[in-house]
C-alpha cells in the first residue's frame, strides 16, 4: 500500500506537469514527438497523430520530446527549417510552451483544493462554543460551554472556522461578541491573547489571537473540593460522570454541560443523587506508544455508582464539583513528570512558581516560553539542533508545582489528600526526526466529544476561501524553506527524496482522503515553484536561457549552453546523491 499511495499521489503531478508543456506547445503548433511518465524502459506505448506516448519503469518524473527542442544540441538544419519544429517558433510561443508545466502544477492543486473542500466540507463544526479553557480569555469574559457565537465586532460568523480566523486577527484587541445564550441575543467583550505560532527553522514566527474555546465539547470530567459532598461519596478529581439519578430515573450524560443540566434538574428534587463514575484507567506511567492512547481514552469502560446525599445546593458547585482545571490523567515513563515530579494519574495542579493553574495548556505555556524563545531567535536559523538543544538547556530553570493528591486508602486518623511542592524541569532532547523538542510527559484527564456538525450554509464561499488560504500557505512553506536553504536558515538534511514523498503519502492516506489530497497540492505547488528556478535542464534553466534570447536578440551560443547542461546535470545528481542519503537516513531513525 505504501508505494500504491506514492504512486497515487506524484503519477497525477507528473502527468499534469507534462499535460501542460504537450497541450500548449500542440496549441504553439510544435509537433510534439513523445509524450512519457516515468524514465527508463517503455513499459507499455501507443502512437496517435504522430506522438509516441509511453509509460516507463521508472515513475519518478516525466517528459515531454518536441521536435527540435534541445538546446544542447548542435542545430540541424533540417529541423531549423521545419516550420512545426519548437526552434521555429518565436521566443514568446517557446517561453509559453516551457513555463506551461510549472503553471500547471499551480493549476491543479486549485482544482484538487476546491474539489477537496465541495466533497469534505458539506458538513462544518457551527460557531458553538464546545468547551472553555479554565482562567482563559473567554472564561473570564463569560462566556459559556453552548454558546452560539453569531458575529465578531458586527462581521458575522456561523462556522467555528470563520471564528477562529476572525479571533486570530484580533490579537490584543476588546472584541464584541454578538452571542446567543438559551435563545437569548447577548454581547460579550472579550480580548484575545496574543499566541506565538512558529517554524522557527523557516522564520515563520508569528502573533495570532486567541480566546481558548474548544469546539469539541468537553467530556463529564471533574474535579471535586476536599470534604465536599462529592468528596464525601468518593468521587475524585479527573473522574468522568456517565449518569445521573434520581428516584430511579436515569439520565446519561457524555459533555459537562448535560452533566451541569442534569445535576440542576436532579438537585430540585431534594433526592439521594446517584453518580455512575469511571476513575482514570492509568494508574501507573505508561510507555510513549501507549500515551496517545492514555490521552484519547483516559477513564475505565466501566462505572462505579457512588451516592451523594440529598443536598441543600442548587448547582454543581454546591456538591463541591467543578470544572476539571490542571489534572493529570496519565504520565509518561523516563519523563521530567515522572523522574523529577514524580507525579501521578489523579493529581490536581493548583499553581506554577507561586501562580494559581487553571488547565494543562497552561502549564504547557508556561514550562515551553523559554524554549520557544531560543527556537525563535533569527540566529539559530540553520544552526544545528544539537546547539539549539545546548543553548535551550541552559535557559531552562526548574519550576515549582503546587499540587493536590488524594490518598488512597487513608489510614483512620490519616488526612484524604495531601498537598505538596514539587520540582519540575522541562526536558530538552532530539527528536527521531533530529529536531529540538521539549518533554514533559503529562496527558490530561479530559477528552472531548466529536463536535457536531451543521450542513454548510455557504458552502462556495467556504470552498474558494479555504482553497486560497490553503495554496498561500503551501506557496509560502516552499519560498520559505527554498530561502531558508540557499541562506544555510535550513539544513540540507531537511530536503528530501522519493522514499520521503512515499512516506509523507503514506500517513497522509492514513489520515483519510482529505489530508491526502491537501498533501498532495502542496506536493504540486512545491514541484511547480522548484521547477521555476534557474538551474539548467530544468524548466526555469529553460525559460533564463529564453529571456536571454529576447534580450540579446539571438540564442545563447551552443557551448554556453552545453556547459550550462553540464552543469545543471552535475548539480541535479549531487541533489539526487543528498536526498537519497537523507531518505535513507530517515528509514534509519
Known amino acids: 500500500m505504501p508505494l500504491l499511495y506514492a504512486l497515487l499521489m506524484l503519477v497525477p503531478l507528473v502527468l499534469f506537469h507534462e499535460f501542460g508543456h504537450f497541450v500548449v506547445a500542440r496549441w504553439m503548433g510544435v509537433r ?42 548542435p542545430a540541424d538544419p533540417e529541423v531549423a527549417d521545419a516550420p512545426d519544429a519548437f ?78 480566523d476572525a479571533v486570530s486577527a484580533r490579537p490584543g484587541k476588546l472584541t464584541r461578541f454578538s452571542i446567543t445564550r438559551a435563545d437569548k441575543p447577548l454581547d460579550v467583550m472579550v480580548t484575545p491573547i496574543r499566541q506565538r505560532q512558529m517554524i522557527p527553522e523557516l522564520g515563520m514566527v508569528r ?56 445535576l440542576r434538574h436532579a438537585l430540585t428534587q431534594q433526592l439521594p443523587i446517584q453518580l455512575a463514575v469511571s476513575h482514570l ?16 481514552h483516559p477513564h475505565d469502560d466501566a462505572a462505579t455508582t457512588l451516592t451523594l446525599p440529598s443536598a441543600a445546593a442548587s ?12 489534572i493529570v490523567g496519565s504520565v509518561e515513563k523516563a519523563t521530567p513528570a515522572v523522574t523529577q515530579a514524580h507525579l501521578l494519574p489523579g493529581d490536581e495542579l493548583l499553581a506554577l512558581d507561586g501562580k494559581p493553574l487553571t488547565s494543562l495548556m497552561q502549564l504547557y505555556d508556561e514550562l515551553r516560553r523559554p524554549f520557544d524563545d531560543v527556537r ?27 499540587l493536590r493528591r488524594a490518598v488512597a486508602k487513608p489510614l483512620p486518623g490519616q488526612a484524604e489528600f495531601v498537598e505538596l511542592d514539587t520540582q519540575l524541569t522541562v526536558d530538552i532532547s532530539l527528536s527521531s526526526e533530529h529536531r529540538p523538542r521539549a518533554q514533559i510527559g503529562i496527558g490530561p484527564a479530559t477528552d472531548y466529544a466529536v463536535a457536531p456538525l451543521i450542513a454548510n450554509p455557504r458552502p462556495l464561499h467556504s470552498a474558494l476561501t479555504w482553497t486560497g488560504e490553503k495554496f ?14 540557499f541562506k544555510g536558515d535550513v539544513p540540507v538534511r531537511e530536503v528530501g527524496g522519493p522514499l520521503f514523498i512515499a512516506q509523507i503519502a503514506n500517513k497522509s492516506a492514513e489520515l483519510g482522503a482529505e489530508t491526502f489530497l491537501v498533501t498532495m497540492a502542496g506536493l504540486s505547488i512545491n514541484l511547480g515553484i522548484v521547477n521555476l528556478l534557474p538551474i539548467p535542464l530544468v524548466d526555469g534553466g529553460h525559460l533564463l536561457f529564453l529571456l536571454i534570447e529576447a534580450i540579446r536578440r539571438g540564442p545563447v551560443q551552443l557551448r554556453t549552453r552545453q556547459i550550462a547542461a553540464y552543469i545543471g546535470m552535475t548539480f541535479l545528481g549531487l541533489l539526487f546523491l543528498v536526498v537519497m542519503k537523507n531518505d535513507i537516513e530517515r528509514l534509519i531513525r
Open 207 to 262: 502573533y495570532v489571537g486567541r480566546i481558548q474555546v474548544l469546539a469539541q465539547p468537553e467530556a463529564s470530567v471533574v474535579s471535586v473540593a476536599p470534604g465536599s459532598a462529592a468528596w464525601q461519596a468518593g468521587v475524585r478529581s479527573g473522574d468522568r460522570v456517565r449518569s445521573v439519578t434520581v428516584a430511579g430515573t436515569t439520565t446519561p450524560v457524555e459533555r459537562f454541560y448535560e452533566l451541569d443540566e442534569a
Open 472 to 485: 498561500v500557505e503551501g506557496a509560502e512553506m516552499v519560498f520559505r524553506t527554498l530561502a531558508g536553504l
Open 87 to 164: 526552434t521555429a517558433k518565436p521566443v514568446w510561443r517557446r517561453a509559453l510552451i516551457v513555463g506551461a508545466g510549472p503553471l500547471f502544477n499551480f493549476i491543479l492543486p486549485l482544482f484538487v483544493l476546491f474539489g477537496s473542500a465541495l466533497a469534505f466540507r458539506q458538513q462544518v463544526v457551527p460557531s458553538v462554543v464546545g468547551a472553555v479553557v479554565p482562567g482563559g480569555p473567554a472564561a473570564l469574559a463569560g462566556l459559556r460551554t453552548g454558546d452560539q457565537i453569531r458575529a465578531i465586532d458586527g462581521v458575522a460568523v456561523a462556522t467555528f472556522d470563520e471564528l477562529v
Open 376 to 402: 525563535g531567535k533569527p540566529e539559530n536559523r540553520g544552526r544545528a539542533p544539537e546547539l539549539i538543544v545546548a543553548e535551550a538547556k541552559q535557559v531552562l530553570k526548574p519550576h515549582t508545582l503546587h
Open 281 to 296: 484507567r492509568w494508574q501507573t506511567e505508561v510507555s510513549g506508544e501507549t500515551l496517545d492512547k492514555a490521552v484519547e
Open 32 to 73: 510534439v514527438l513523445s509524450f512519457s511518465i516515468g524514465f527508463g524502459p517503455v513499459v507499455a506505448e501507443w502512437q496517435r497523430n504522430g506522438t509516441q506516448y509511453a509509460v516507463r519503469a521508472l515513475p519518478l518524473g516525466g517528459f515531454v520530446r518536441m521536435l527540435g527542442d534541445d538546446p544542447s544540441a
Open 315 to 326: 448547582d454543581m458547585a454546591g456538591l463541591g464539583l467543578l470544572a476539571p482545571g490542571a
